[in-house]
């Protein structure tokens, strides 16, 4: 019975069929052995991007209110807008992390143990950590601000809730959930993201941190709260932070070298050219650079977030090319990619 099956299937449509050899599989033809993808790409869905882009930015907001705290700024509209947007993100990006996952158990079985060498591992410990951390503050925001009614548990809440010394500890936290999203990446063998280990979780920091100023700056523009001081002191922020993040992209670029070709091809420039150098860098640098307006500040700021989500699907589309390039993977792995001296980063 087993013979004749295989038999039928080597007969069908007159050839043997076959896994991956040229001459006999229908998908293969016309192609060498150097068009078989080396290495499997991720298989990640639409919520993977999505969980990097708003975990980064729950991670910056919280960056930007815990160091105006420190430092003595105090405006409650700021605050009020950090809090329970850095509570929302850590709602969402569990969600998002396990419905890709497919199966909630995973995520489960990543909570056993803390592995330290492995980026998952604590990138899914930060996400727990962070999120109590914030919901705490949420709380304790939400008692003081009379959403949950004035009554002996708000303020309660209020008195025993340390706000500075719970940002302050959540602060690292944060950050890491910021960065890490990067080195996910980085710890792959696909070329685009293993060369460029250097610089990707710092970039996904800054541009993490740059969506985060642009988000705040919506809410307190769209609600026509927060002090004057305050916004200007986002605009410096955002115009500094896109500094940061467009010389990092240099330097990013400038490390993969070859193998950031993936990043301008059809199917990935307009979303890494229009949608981050252009949308998320250029335009929002000079929107403003110029007089400080409203509406200027409100394009700014949706320009920003775009791009600063386009960013991470040009990353993963990205990502899948360059897994599926046999070329880059060969190079790559031959040691190609280790440093020459005409390298400058």
Do not use: C
């Amino acid at each position: 019975m087993a013979e004749a099956t295989r038999e039928s299937a080597q007969e069908r449509n007159g050839r043997a069929e076959t896994s991956h050899h040229p001459e006999t599989d229908p998908e293969r033809k016309d192609k060498n052995y150097y068009g078989i993808p080396p290495i499997k790409h991720a298989h990640w869905t639409w919520q993977i991007p999505i969980y990097f882009w708003i975990g980064g930015l729950g991670a910056g907001a919280h960056m930007f209110s815990t160091v105006a705290q420190l430092v003595g700024h105090k405006d409650e509209a700021l605050q009020r807008a950090s809090r329970y947007t850095v509570l929302v993100t850590m709602i969402l990006s569990p969600i998002l992390l396990i419905w890709d996952l497919g199966r909630p158990e995973r995520f489960l079985n990543m909570m056993r143990v803390l592995k330290l060498r492995s980026p998952m591992s604590v990138q899914s410990w930060s996400l727990v950590a962070f999120g109590n951390l914030a919901g705490l503050l949420a709380a304790r925001q939400a008692a003081k601000d009379g959403l949950l009614g004035d009554n002996l548990l708000s303020r309660l809440a209020v008195r025993l809730i340390p706000d500075r010394l719970l940002s302050v500890l959540a602060l690292p936290v944060g950050l890491n959930v910021g960065s890490n999203t990067g080195n996910l990446l980085s710890a792959t063998s696909v070329p685009l993201w293993a060369r460029n280990w250097l610089f990707m979780g710092p970039v996904f920091l800054a541009s993490g941190l740059s969506t985060a100023l642009s988000w705040l700056s919506l809410v307190l523009n769209l609600t026509r709260s927060g002090e004057a001081k305050t916004l200007s002191v986002l605009h410096r922020a955002e115009r500094a932070t896109i500094l940061i993040e467009a010389a990092l992209v240099a330097a990013s670029l400038a490390r993969m070298g070859r193998w950031s070709k993936p990043l301008f091809s059809k199917k990935v420039a307009p979303l890494f050219v229009g949608g981050t150098l252009i949308g998320a860098i250029l335009a929002p640098f000079a929107l403003l650079s110029g007089k400080e307006s409203r509406s200027k500040s409100l394009l700014a700021s949706l320009l920003a977030l775009a791009g600063g989500l386009m960013f991470r699907f040009a990353m993963i589309k990205g990502g899948r090319l360059s897994a599926d390039d046999p070329e880059a993977y060969f190079t790559f792995a031959s040691g190609e990619s280790a440093p020459q001296p005409e390298d400058r980063v």
